[in-house]
């Protein structure tokens, strides 16, 4: 036990300029949103602010509507992520407990487009929205993104490791697939359901590029949008405002990773079932 223990302080002392690594840019960026222009470009300034200039944060909110890309920003996010965990879930269940004709071979042309960089797919991706009506809305944002083949190998994985005892006392109860998914497989497959949740939350809360292809109005912006305008003024990123609005943006993505990073954390440190 106190090897073990020894073994484990050890391990935070190596880990802790990591830790330190990580959290300089956080820590620079929160200290210069309460900084002056002048303070910023004077070596002399030093790394704390002479005084909290508290006027950053809504003067950079009132650049552009910020509320109004924090609701869309919130609505799209939620809504790809609804999306994606339900069509993740019964796909990985078909590839895992179904059969039927062809399934790997399916599986494989689905895991086709983890091979692919996200931005292969935007030109047909472009088109293909263009074609159904939805540029510059809200769906348009969120159409592409209803699946994911990453989800769903993450699921499958998590699904095939389900005792099959489990699934066939379920079904011995009465249990139908829908039953035995809801009652039996899920329940068991939580952490993983989590990581993915807040893998999928981190990535199309901070995706730029799509939302600045099929949006052109105020109305439908997302909040890295926001960032965008700051960062390209006429008279130059004025970064005080610019690092306010950062911190504005990734407080809610902080605030969840808090609430469930203990889950995360399972998700990875228990991927088996015992």
């Known amino acids: ?7 484990s302080r050890w391990m935070q002392w190596l880990l802790l300029p990591t830790v330190v690594l990580w959290l300089c840019p956080l820590a620079w960026m929160l200290l210069t949103s309460f900084k002056t222009r002048a303070e910023i470009f004077d070596p002399a300034a030093g790394l704390l602010p002479q005084a909290l200039q508290w006027s950053n944060y809504p003067a950079a909110m009132a650049v552009a509507p910020f509320g109004t890309y924090l609701l869309n920003s919130l ?31 399916l599986f494989g042309l689905f895991l086709l487009q983890i091979m692919f960089p996200i ?7 472009f088109i293909t ?27 499958r994985q998590a699904f095939r490791q389900v005792p099959n005892d489990l ?7 009465g249990c139908g697939h ?13 952490p993983t359901l989590i990581a993915f949740g807040m893998i999928s939350v981190v990535t199309h809360w901070n995706d730029y590029m799509w939302p600045l292809l099929v949006t052109n109005s105020e109305g439908v912006r997302t909040l890295p949008i926001g960032l ?18 950062t911190m504005v943006v990734i407080s809610p993505l902080l605030l969840f990773f808090v609430i469930f990073q203990r889950r995360f954390v399972d998700s990875f440190m228990h991927a088996g079932l015992k």
């Open 1 to 7: 036990m106190k090897k073990l223990f020894g073994r």
């Open 75 to 105: 609505l799209v996010t939620g809504g790809i992520l609804l999306a994606q965990m339900t069509t993740i879930t019964l796909a990985a269940y078909a590839f895992a407990r179904l059969r039927f004709p062809g399934r790997d071979f």
């Open 119 to 125: 931005y292969a797919t935007f030109l047909t991706n």
């Open 129 to 155: 929205v263009r074609e159904m009506g939805l540029l510059n809305s809200l769906w348009a944002l969120m159409v592409p993104f209803i699946a994911s083949g990453y989800g769903t190998f993450m699921l």
């Open 167 to 173: 699934a066939d006392a379920a079904r011995l109860d």
């Open 178 to 190: 829908w039953a035995t998914l809801w009652h039996v497989y899920l329940p068991l497959v939580k």
């Open 228 to 245: 965008g305008l700051l960062a390209k003024a006429d008279s130059g990123a004025d970064w005080p405002r610019l690092m306010a609005a």
